[in-house]
């Protein structure tokens, strides 16, 4: 009986060693062969590569790869191909080490190198390539396209190495002709290696230029006018490195010129602003209205929108802009600003002229930039008063008047206000299931909260700290009492059908100076 629990034990033991093993072995052959796990798949060019664990950094391997084969060769490299990692699981593939991709990456770098394809200087701007034989070429190439915007303007194309240079990439940026030297070392391609950041544009030379451009000016004489072209560079940010490409991929100056000028539509975000309306943005930004709703998923053109509401906005725009910052002189008539008088116990809403000002008139210097032609900003640099302008007096309140909120989650409206079946409909409806929650739009005090099955029915009328009122009707149950102060967005009651109703819903007034106006005007989603 013991020998029997002895080799029980050996056998247990045995056993264990034997999973041991084998658990190590899979974890050994887990780095080499997925067995189960994930695994990312590396393709260049659309093409597969091989198959790495998830932890290999595949991007730190192209980046190695370049740099072992640059300092092999003595030459810069910067060997552009479009490789991907895509996480994959399939049992029993074969693993690539680091050391295994790194030199495959190497031998396609080499080949492209090497396999008939010609060195050149690619121009990179977000998504737009064009290849050039030369850098003569693309200073060339980037001053037809300044050109393009104002020919007369003493500014040219310089590349340069930047404080931001990373693998050998350049930029490039418009100097003016008489200060290149003190603002931009144009790049040479035999110091590539030895290029410096103090050999370029720095990020703080760069904003005190245009602190310089757009200080105040006290002095209102006309010799301290600044007028005709203060600056002018590129609004993109426009990378130069070497690759190589195949001959026929070189481009034509002349081609290019058109391209990288010519409007493409391309998305960005709008932040909608206090008064704003679609219309009115998309005038703005030259596009529809029925552009706007479709990229934004409205439901047509009517859908409310808020302040702060971000919207896509599809702008034509070209890849390539011009910044051109301008000194412009003109007369206009003008009114000084008023001097404010602050009564703390008027809402800001509310403002008495004290006394009328008077229109002067003026000779203004402003600095003005645009983007692809359009005015972005504008700023008064230095004037000449010829006629003074005498400042209004005007005392305005400085408390914020109480905001209103919609008075339910969801719901469906199923009636604005207006003429409705031959009679005035004073206020909005929105159609929900009995029950819901009706809160109170702005805070204030309880003045009515009625039961009856007449009219509004059951309903409740809230006076509102300026004045306003708001009344909720045809609920199920009130929740609130008269006398009862509540806060915005607390609940009063809950929606119903009761009185004059043909169903469910939140009938909802707002009263100013004891007139029903429109909810939808004052009320934010």
């Given at each position: ?252 100056i002349e081609e290019q ?40 998923g409205m439901s047509d ?30 007369e206009e008539d003008y ?191």
């Amino acid at each position: 009986m013991k020998e029997m629990t002895i080799t029980r034990k050996a056998a247990v033991q045995t056993v264990l060693l034997v999973i041991g093993f084998v658990a190590v072995l899979l974890i050994c052959i887990s780095q080499y062969v997925a067995i189960g796990q994930t695994y990312q798949t590396v393709l260049v060019d659309g093409e597969v590569v091989g198959r790495v664990p998830m932890q290999t950094d595949i991007r730190e391997m192209y980046l190695q790869a370049r740099r072992e084969l640059s300092l092999e060769r003595d030459e810069r490299l910067c060997v552009e191909f479009d490789w991907s990692g895509e996480t994959s699981r399939e049992p029993f593939c074969g693993l690539m080490t680091e050391r295994e991709l790194k030199d495959a990456f190497k031998g396609m770098i080499a080949e492209m190198c090497d396999g008939g394809r010609e060195r050149a200087y690619t121009v990179a701007i977000d998504g737009y390539r064009a290849y050039f034989r030369t850098l003569e070429e693309v200073e060339e190439f980037l001053n037809r396209v300044k050109a393009s915007v104002n020919a007369q303007a003493a500014y040219e194309t310089r590349i340069y190495a930047s404080d931001y240079q990373v693998g050998g990439i350049l930029h490039a940026a418009l100097v003016q002709r008489e200060e290149e030297e003190r603002t931009v070392e144009a790049f040479a391609p035999e110091a590539a290696e030895t290029a410096t950041p103090e050999a370029g544009v720095s990020a703080q030379m760069i904003d005190s230029v245009q602190q310089a451009l757009t200080a105040p000016v006290s002095a209102a004489e006309e010799n301290a006018y600044r007028t005709g072209v203060l600056d002018m560079d590129f609004v993109e940010l426009v990378e130069v490195y070497e690759s190589y490409v195949d001959p026929a991929a070189f481009s034509d100056i002349e081609e290019q010129l058109v391209e990288v000028t010519k409007e493409k539509e391309s998305n960005k975000i709008y932040v909608v602003e206090s008064g704003d309306c679609l219309s009115v943005i998309a005038m703005d930004h030259d596009t529809t209205v029925a552009s706007i709703v479709a990229l934004n998923g409205m439901s047509d053109a009517d859908e409310m929108i808020r302040e702060g509401q971000e919207l896509i906005i599809a702008v034509p725009e070209p890849d390539l802009q011009i910044r051109l910052t301008m000194g412009e002189v003109y007369e206009e008539d003008y009114t000084a600003d008023p001097v404010i008088i602050e009564n703390d116990n008027w809402y800001t809403t509310k403002e008495v002229v004290h006394e009328a000002g008077t229109t002067g008139h003026r000779e203004r210097n402003d600095v003005v930039v645009y983007e692809n032609g359009v005015e972005v900003s504008r700023e008064l640099y230095a004037e000449t008063i010829m006629t003074p302008s005498e400042a209004a007096v005007v005392e305005r309140g400085t408390i914020i008047p109480p905001t209103y909120i919609k008075p339910i989650s969801g719901g469906i409206l199923t009636s604005g206000f207006g003429r409705r079946w031959g009679r005035m409909h004073k206020g909005v409806d929105w159609a929900v299931p009995t029950g819901t929650t009706v809160y109170a739009s702005c805070g204030g005090t309880v003045i009515q909260a009625v039961k009856s099955n007449r009219g509004y029915g059951n309903n409740i009328v809230i006076q509102h700290p300026d004045g306003r009122m708001t009344r909720y009707a045809h609920n199920s149950k009130l929740l609130v009492t008269v006398g009862q102060h509540v806060e915005q967005g607390e609940p009063i009651a809950l929606s119903g059908s009761t009185g004059n109703s043909t169903g469910p819903h939140v009938h909802f007034e707002i009263y100013i100076n004891g007139t029903q106006v429109n909810p939808l005007n004052y009320i934010s989603y």
